[in-house]
């Protein structure tokens, strides 16, 4: 990316990196950052739908004390000043938080989420809160009762967004904000990444506290950044990052920052291509933009090797025992209660983890730890694992087949408590966002981020903005 031809008449359209930098840099007011993407939510969001809640009054009292301490010499950090958005779990004390349900319109947290105390510490400024699937369960990036946005990258048909951190990826396509917070329990950052033209990043469980964070499944359950390029997602994983004592699968984890080897490339890594059997399961141009990131980073020194899995990746698409049981234990009274709206395909989900045994959630917690000690041993040579995020680029919605899931390539990551990133790495003839997954073991985060951003410092995919928002 070259931030000096970076246009500044506008800051909504600049990348939270250079923000930050032109901020610190007194070059940029963040009254200015604040009021530019406010007025361009007033201007896409009436078709956009991304945001479930707008802070715009206290968005600008923010920004106006963020520059009277940055210009008096009292910046808090490199970040100060800098907007953000929150996916609808994410609790804010005294904000309502509806965790994408019609039935908790009202229900206002007492709580602040770790990872939103850690931002508004560095001076980020919250813009509001997005939109998600119910109950943050489903890939699609559908929402019967509180609506689903819309995809960016077609002005014409309404498409997949991409679930569950369906509102976070439209705002950040959009350019309604610079960034923002997902959540990710079988992929919901990397689908709507992928759909949506973004980087996001999966992190392994216990990088990031999940304290204040509505649940879905408390053994898979990931925050994580959704940004426009890798220098992005980097910084914000950073903030997010580290020990909290609210959140026992912190304890012990160190953060290990991954801005020393972001810039190291990929000279003598070895990355290995998916299995030959998996690519049936891809769209051809998923398949050609596949092959090119594979070709780009074997040319930037990487290398390529192929790699014997001992499983499928679709093995895990029906391995949700823990899900579903976690998810029913959560939120199984609102779904057992029948005078209660909620979307119908997130209550059989729900519904369905009402009828895991005791046994079938033991054995396949066994059969977690089984299949994390076999991929261990398939990748113990091996830097990263590379596949397509999605099968398909963003599909109409009117062809959403709610009984499958999108999450072919995203949910083993989970499974098998991995990291992964996807970022963009082509588009299809209609000019749809398609994306790459780079997975790596449990906390080699940086190693993730190291690839991607080699990779989209030899490809300019990241670049793009959505034609009806530019």
């Not at 602040?112 to 109950?135: D, N, P, S």
Request: hydrophobic letters at 45%; glycine letters at 8%; aromatic letters at 6%.
């Amino acid at each position: 990316m070259n931030d000096a031809s970076a246009d500044l008449t506008d800051p909504a359209l600049l990348p939270a990196h250079v923000l930050a930098r032109e901020i610190a840099a007194r070059r940029i007011s963040p009254v200015d950052v604040v009021d530019a993407l406010l007025a361009r939510i007033e201007r896409f969001e009436p078709k956009l739908r991304s945001f479930v809640a707008v802070y715009g009054a206290d968005a600008r009292l923010a920004a106006e004390g963020a520059d009277k301490a940055i210009r008096s010499g009292h910046a808090v950090g490199p970040l100060h000043g800098v907007p953000v958005a929150l996916k609808d779990l994410v609790e804010l004390e005294g904000r309502v938080t509806t965790g994408g349900s019609a039935n908790w319109r009202e229900r206002r947290s007492t709580v602040t989420a770790t990872i939103a105390r850690r931002m508004i510490a560095q001076g980020m400024i919250v813009l509001g809160k997005t939109h998600t699937v119910e109950f943050a369960f489903g890939g699609w990036g559908t929402n019967q009762h509180m609506g689903t946005p819309w995809n960016p990258w077609d002005p014409a048909h309404a498409r997949t967004p991409g679930g569950s951190s369906n509102g976070s990826g439209v705002a950040v396509a959009a350019r309604l904000a610079p960034w923002a917070i997902g959540t990710d329990t079988g992929g919901s950052v990397r689908l709507p990444a992928s759909f949506c033209g973004l980087t996001g990043l999966k992190a392994t469980i216990g990088r990031i506290s999940v304290h204040g964070v509505l649940p879905l499944s408390t053994s898979l359950d990931t925050p994580g950044p959704m940004a426009r390029d890798v220098m992005d997602v980097a910084l914000l994983y950073n903030v997010l990052q580290g020990p909290d004592p609210l959140d026992p699968n912190t304890r012990g984890i160190l953060p290990v920052d991954p801005m020393p080897t972001l810039t190291r490339g990929v000279r003598g890594l070895r990355l290995a291509r998916m299995p030959h059997s998996e690519r049936a399961a891809c769209s051809p141009e998923m398949l050609a933009a596949y092959d090119r990131s594979l070709e780009t980073l074997s040319r930037l020194g990487a290398k390529i090797v192929e790699i014997a899995l001992p499983f499928a990746f679709s093995d895990f698409l029906n391995a949700q025992a823990i899900l579903e049981a976690e998810a029913y234990f959560n939120d199984g009274a609102l779904a057992e209660d029948a005078g209660t709206l909620l979307d119908d395909a997130v209550r059989a989900r729900v519904l369905g983890g009402g009828r895991i045994s005791a046994q079938d959630y033991l054995a396949t917690k066994r059969r977690q730890l089984d299949c994390k000690r076999q991929m261990a041993m398939a990748m113990a040579d091996i830097d990263a694992l590379l596949t397509p995020s999605t099968a398909t680029a963003a599909i109409r919605l009117d062809e959403v087949d709610q009984s499958v899931m999108p999450s072919r390539f995203t949910r083993f990551g989970n499974f098998l408590e991995m990291c992964a990133l996807s970022l963009p790495n082509g588009f299809t003839s209609g000019g749809l966002p398609l994306s790459l997954q780079i997975c790596c073991q449990g906390y080699e985060e940086a190693t993730a981020l190291r690839i991607g951003y080699a990779l989209q410092q030899a490809t300019d995919y990241h670049l793009k903005v959505p034609p009806m928002v530019a």
